[in-house]
């Protein structure tokens, strides 16, 4: 069997390949966007046996060592012509597995869309529709508005937004994504982190202090204090800080309004 049969020949990469030669055909694989469609390798029989476990090579048809010998000529091939894989998809029989393994190109990635539909004709619905699923793009790093446009773009569905605040990731950032990049899916979630919420305090007891050293020191540390009352109290000194607002122990933001009521001489 020679290389040309098996390496199958549907090209697609926007081009026409059909009364091409095999010069043509390779200078196209080397173009971005090219896929190789290769059937397996020399497997002696047709179809499966009559009890065939999908996930027990024992039971299926599989390659002989001429099958093997072609799947790493095949891959010497790929190298001697400089074919650069990006993704290796393969069906979950073994004897596709073991041909697109044996080609020694890169990581195989089981691909049911590329079932036998022959053998599970009642699920062809299925799985023609698992092509048609678009692939997740790599949204980690890029703006959480970035991340919804690409989505959109690519006809993805954004079913949830998880949020956390941390102050080692960028704001409004996607730090994480499921499923992962590469991978068909319908449906996306997104991890974004968001900025860390403002800093805050615990509001002094003022009460008894001079009120204007009180509304200095508040706003020595960054709030914005003010004295907005007075109020006759006998006995005790005049501007002393008699109620305060947010009172003692209330947690405060370091911009919060504070108000102060203090004495003053009783007429």
Not at 82 to 97: D, E, K, N
Not at 98 to 122: C, D, I, K, M
Not at 189 to 197: A, I, Q
């Amino acid at each position: 069997m020679t290389l040309r049969p098996f390496l199958a020949a549907l090209l697609a990469a926007a081009c026409t390949l059909v009364g091409a030669d095999e010069s043509a055909a390779w200078a196209a694989l080397r173009k971005d966007g090219a896929v190789a469609l290769v059937r397996h390798g020399e497997a002696p029989g047709v179809g499966d046996p009559q009890h065939w476990k999908l996930g027990d090579c024992n039971t299926q048809r599989n390659l002989d060592d001429a099958g093997r010998a072609q799947a790493r000529a095949l891959g010497a091939r790929l190298k001697a012509e400089r074919i650069q894989v990006a993704r290796l998809l393969a069906s979950p029989w073994c004897r596709t597995l073991e041909t697109a393994t044996l080609l020694g190109v890169g990581t195989v990635q089981p691909e049911p869309t590329f079932s036998n539909a022959f053998v599970l004709s009642e699920r062809r619905g299925e799985l023609s529709a698992g092509a048609r699923a678009p692939v997740v793009p790599d949204l980690v790093g890029s703006s959480e508005r970035a991340a919804i446009i690409r989505l959109q773009g690519d006809g993805l569905n954004l079913t949830r937004t998880v949020e956390i605040r941390s102050a080692d990731y960028p704001a409004d950032t996607v730090i994480g994504q499921w499923p992962p990049a590469k991978v068909k899916a319908a449906d996306v979630v997104l991890l974004v982190n968001r900025s860390e919420r403002g800093a805050t305090y615990v509001m002094p007891d003022v009460i008894g202090l001079d009120g204007t050293k009180a509304a200095d020191l508040l706003r020595g540390w960054g709030f914005r204090a003010s004295v907005v009352g007075t109020y006759p109290y006998p006995g005790i000194a005049p501007n002393i800080v008699l109620r305060q607002s947010p009172p003692a122990g209330e947690r405060v933001s370091s911009r919060a309004a504070l108000s102060l009521d203090v004495s003053r001489p009783a007429s």
